[in-house]
């Protein structure tokens, strides 16, 4: 399955944050627990291009040669099943795409090589940081194959939006839903914080904007 380079309608201007409680007001999962930005101020947003790890066994494996297959504009989505006792992601990976305009890695497990990718200036956001080869330990189970980490269902294409809170996907086909909902929780949060300012109290302004019920599922059925 090929996932599309990221296209115009994809909000880079959105936080986590927002999409988070979109994706609760929709009754969707999404936030990826425990995955944190490598260095902050990083942002990026894409398609999701996913990448199953497995353990090694007689027969070895590769662990980085699918990163030819990546389209510029994704995002790498790497699956370790969390492990944090060897590296999926170095410096080899982090400077081959930031040359090809990929855009950015998330992993659930670890990275190293941390001070190239923050030369190269290419985003990564990871469990941990770890200098252990994962050569010989671990291999590319599956490519372009849906993953769940930490009960959130991932499908190729799907669109991860991470920045220095972390990463959050949203399903494909409901990104237009979520992103539009995001921008009017920012309104809301705006609107409250400007209120404040005029003499307004933090209760009174809330109220006033229904704050308490802005991300708060709701049911269409």
């Known amino acids: 399955m090929s996932v599309p380079t990221a296209t115009s309608n994809l909000a880079t201007d959105l936080s986590t944050a927002s999409v988070s409680d979109a994706l609760d007001s929709l009754g969707l999962p999404g936030s990826l627990h425990g995955i944190g930005a490598l260095r902050q101020g990083q942002r990026t947003v894409g398609p999701v291009f996913t990448v199953t790890y497995e353990l ?47 855009a950015g890695t998330v992993i659930h497990g670890t990275c190293r090589d941390v001070a190239v ?33 930490g009960g959130v269902l991932i499908h190729p294409g799907d669109i991860l939006v991470a920045d220095d809170d972390g990463a959050v996907v949203v399903p494909a086909a409901r990104w237009d839903e979520a992103a539009d909902i995001a921008r009017r929780i920012d309104r809301v ?33």
């Open 56 to 102: 090694v066994d007689d027969t070895g494996g590769t662990v980085g040669d699918f990163l030819d297959d990546v389209p510029a504009g994704a995002v790498i989505l790497i699956d370790n099943a969390g492990r944090t006792d060897c590296t999926v992601w170095g410096g080899i990976m982090s400077q081959t795409a930031h040359e090809r305009g990929i």
């Open 117 to 149: 990718a923050t030369t190269a200036g290419y985003p990564i956001w990871s469990v941990s940081r770890f200098m252990r080869t994962g050569k010989d330990r671990v291999r590319v189970a599956a490519v372009q194959t849906s993953v769940t980490i």
């Open 189 to 221: 949060e705006d609107a409250i914080v400007e209120a404040v300012r005029g003499g307004a109290t933090l209760a009174e302004a809330r109220a006033l904007h229904g704050y308490h019920s802005l991300q708060t599922w709701k049911d269409a059925s």
